[in-house]
């Protein structure tokens, strides 16, 4: 395990003086407590959906070597410690957003155990969940947090009405590097081969 910078340990010390995380199991914690360390944004201890057994199934998958496939490249390069795949395409299919189709790309490469991570584009949960209500793709785990007025907070609720294994949140709130900041916990939780 890599040491922790005095900034970080900084950081985390103010937050925890600040926010109460206590309501939450010790993976979901430690993903509430990165999303607001990587946004400064208190809030999200409110706002966070993060079930215990759904964070436990992520770093499973993660020490399995279960592939992590992302909306768009700002997600990407948000995670450190292993490889995640972009299959945004480069244009635009008729009827269907570019993020959308990159999720369905996603789908047929990985229709089964991949770590899916959405921070920007809410069309790309909602397919993720099109896709798995057809039976096309079953993740192990969906971060579900795109940033937006339009259709982000339907496509959270959407997401965490299917059934599916998640992490999100209520609201309009969210963004590639919360929804990498949460990817980065699992990776350093104890078990996923990495932390």
Not at 67 to 73: A, M, S
Not at 127 to 154: D, K, N, T, Y
Not at 181 to 186: D, G, Q, S, T
Request: proline content about 5%.
């Amino acid at each position: 395990m890599t040491s922790v910078h005095p900034i970080e340990a900084e950081s985390y010390r103010i937050l925890a003086d600040r926010v109460d995380l206590s309501a939450f199991g010790p993976h979901a914690a430690a993903v509430v407590a990165r999303v607001i360390h990587a946004s400064a944004d208190l809030e999200y201890a409110a706002t966070m959906v993060v079930d215990e057994t759904a964070a436990e199934a992520g770093v499973a998958a993660l020490a399995g070597g279960a592939p992590v496939v992302v909306d768009v490249e700002m997600v990407r390069h948000g995670i450190t410690g292993l490889d995640a795949r972009c299959f945004l395409p480069a244009a635009a299919t008729a009827g269907i957003t570019r993020s959308a189709a990159g999720m369905a790309l996603a789908a047929e490469a990985h229709p089964e155990g991949a770590v899916v991570v959405v921070g920007c584009a809410p069309t790309a949960l909602e397919e993720v969940v099109r896709l798995h209500e057809a039976g096309r793709f079953s993740p192990a785990l969906v971060i579900g947090l795109p940033v937006g007025f339009v259709g982000a907070a339907e496509s959270k609720t959407r997401l965490r009405a299917s059934g599916l294994p998640s992490i999100s949140n209520v609201g309009e709130k969210g963004g590639s590097a919360v929804a990498a900041a949460a990817l980065n916990a699992l990776l350093r939780l104890p078990g996923s081969g990495r932390g």
